[in-house]
């Protein structure tokens, strides 16, 4: 399934390309507004027809300011990556979109409490071996193209986006895991069409009103938005099944995909290198996911009198005089035990009772 995924960036790469090169259509956030008002259609709406907390009202009172920031932090993560071609070359972006893995495994381990075995560790060194061998690649068929006006610039947004997209698929992951996917997607629709909106309009209104539409332009816009749809609305799937750390590892495959695509389209010079990285890519993906990661031990909470169970308050189901009976009967038993007021019959008469009754 992750290789799935990494098909759908390959379609984004491809579109895009085809735009750049042939129509010099550079409009990003534009192509960000059509996904982000796809995922608002098909997400968003179906948050107003739900009853109760999964209501879309309801979400956005109690968490509005959580999916605010989230979507800020999505959609900047897609604008610093494509800005950064304009500053740095293709090999800084490709090695530099790596940090997100361990970015992405700090971030697990904090915010998820996961914890990993060695195996992970060398699987991760494995698949970056093999983004090695892609960009060396690049290199010797002479495709390091992009500009070098700012490296140190470019560089920086790579390392920016990288980060925020790490952050992205953490808070994916916790959401998806422990409320809905479409309460994520939605979400990030609403917030994401708002904000790209606005950015759209500060920033690329003149590139869009310089664009010469014809019904090329807007078949790969369509492509574009449909894969980008795609993807991130089966991205949470494959999140849910397996991690974040696991799925990003799957989509190191994505360049040699657009490279194996350029082949045929943009008369790529191919070379054996791309195929050992490929290789090299898909036997660490194996290696991490042979050994399942491992969540962290949660402390136990305190034990009440009944049959040594242990209470939780956080399910809704405790209620209050609950609590106050579970918390004082082992006392009770004891002071009726101790105390002179009642004989022995009647006082273990009355612990069978508060036994039967609680």
């Known amino acids: 399934m992750g290789q799935g995924l990494a098909a759908l960036i390959c379609g984004t790469a491809v579109t895009s390309q085809y735009l750049a090169s042939n129509f010099h259509v550079e409009t990003p956030m534009l192509q960000s507004f059509f996904n982000y008002s796809l ?17 879309i009202f309801q979400i956005l009172k109690k968490r509005w300011w959580k999916y605010m920031l989230l979507g800020l932090v999505d959609v900047e993560a897609n604008y610093a990556v494509v800005k950064a071609y304009q500053y740095t070359t293709l090999t800084s972006v490709q090695l530099l979109d790596c940090f997100v ?19 992970h560790y060398i699987a991760v060194v494995i698949c970056l071996l093999g983004v090695g061998a892609m960009v060396g690649a690049d290199l010797l068929a002479g495709r390091d193209q992009g500009s070098t006006s700012n490296i140190l ?8 986006s990288a980060t925020l997209y790490a952050v992205s698929n953490v808070c994916q992951e916790y959401t998806v895991k422990r409320r809905s996917r479409v309460e994520f997607l939605g979400m ?3 917030f994401g069409l708002i904000i790209s909106s606005i950015q759209m309009a500060v920033l690329e209104r003149r590139s869009v009103a310089n664009i010469h539409w014809s019904w090329q332009v807007g078949l790969l816009f369509a492509g574009f938005a449909l894969c980008l749809f795609a993807l991130y609305s089966f991205m949470p799937v494959v999140i849910q099944l397996t991690s974040a750390t696991s799925v990003n590892l799957s989509l190191l495959t994505a360049d040699l995909f657009s490279l194996f695509c350029g082949l045929f389209l943009f008369q790529y010079k191919f ?9 090299v ?4 993906f194996i ?13 136990l909470s305190a034990p009440t009198c009944e049959d040594g169970r242990y209470g939780d308050l956080e399910d809704g189901n405790t209620t209050e005089q609950d609590v106050v009976v579970r918390i004082s009967c082992a006392e009770t038993q004891r002071k009726i035990r101790t105390s002179n007021t009642f004989g ?5 008469d009355i612990i069978e009772g508060l036994s039967t009754k609680f």
């Open 344 to 348: 022995g019959e009647c006082a273990d």
């Open 287 to 299: 290696a991490f996911n042979a050994v399942p990661t491992t969540p962290a031990p949660e402390p």
């Open 271 to 279: 070379s054996v290198l791309y195929l050992v990285s490929l290789v």
């Open 153 to 160: 610039l470019g560089d920086g947004l790579v390392l920016l």
């Open 39 to 55: 995922l608002f259609l098909f997400y968003t709406s179906t948050l107003l027809c739900r009853a109760g907390d999964e209501n």
């Open 101 to 119: 893995i361990p970015v992405l495994m700090v971030l697990s381990w904090w915010v998820l409490k996961t914890r990993y075995q060695p195996v």
């Open 281 to 284: 890519i898909v036997v660490g």
């Open 188 to 190: 990030v629709g609403l």
